[in-house]
């Protein structure tokens, strides 16, 4: 089955502790995309990738790192998370960044207390 | 700077009772706009992608239209089972990423 998968997809973690939340998918797309949806603010992109070790600034990247380092998988990296970072992510994939839907997996819930 | 709006914010139906979510831009030029549906718990879905004025999509209950200005997506005896949030995002020319809405979030009372 073609999909995006995101884990955790719960995470409860406190302040400046270090964490990783994988996304991979399985049908073989250039384009990679992690969002942040926030109650009022919709979604919005942290970073994207064309391709693999292409990586770019989305709208709202400060606290984040990606890296691609493979076709399939595409993994956000806080570091030190801040409690202003608490919301709902999805990563998302497709063919292209031109006029190609977006595949979004279903979700982590981060929480930083 | 680009901008998405969509009203209302939230909209109940009576099962049957046809309505129109709306959808409205602003870009520097459009390269594309996007309809998705994301259920709770649950990543957006892809319904559509509309690429120039005057252009419609249909599938099942919903029908989507744009113009130069905004989008609708007309959904036509609704069942309860179309209740779900509504995005709309757009794609501007040069642009590699899209902009989204906060959505419409429908319910649709048996």
């Known amino acids: 089955e073609a999909q995006v998968t995101q884990n955790p997809r719960y995470l409860i973690t406190v302040t400046g502790k270090k964490l990783t939340v994988t996304c991979s998918q399985n049908m073989n797309h250039e384009y990679m995309s992690w969002y942040r949806q926030d109650p009022g603010l919709g979604l919005r992109q942290i970073y994207y990738s064309m391709n693999v070790e292409v990586t770019d600034k989305g709208d709202v990247p400060e606290g984040y790192k990606v890296s691609r380092k493979e076709k399939r998988n595409f993994p956000l990296i806080l570091e030190s998370p801040s409690p202003n970072q608490t919301s709902l992510y999805f990563c998302?994939?497709?063919?292209?960044?031109?006029?190609?839907?977006?595949?979004f997996g279903n979700g982590t819930r981060l929480t930083v207390t | 700077e680009d901008q998405v709006t969509q009203s209302p914010e939230a909209l109940r139906l009576q099962e049957g009772e046809s309505s129109s979510l709306n959808c409205s831009y602003t870009?520097?030029?459009?390269?594309?706009l996007f309809w998705y549906r994301q259920d709770p718990g649950k990543g957006p879905e892809f319904l559509f992608t509309l690429y120039s004025a005057g252009e419609e999509k249909e599938k099942e209950r919903l029908k989507a239209t744009l113009t130069k200005k905004e989008s609708f997506l007309h959904i036509t005896a609704p069942k309860p089972e179309d209740s779900a949030t509504y995005l709309c995002a757009v794609q501007a020319t040069g642009a590699n990423n899209l902009f989204f809405g906060t959505g419409t979030r429908l319910t649709v009372i048996p």
């Open positions: 870009v520097s030029g459009l390269r594309g």
């Open positions: 998302a994939s497709s063919w292209s960044s031109y006029n190609s839907p977006l595949h």
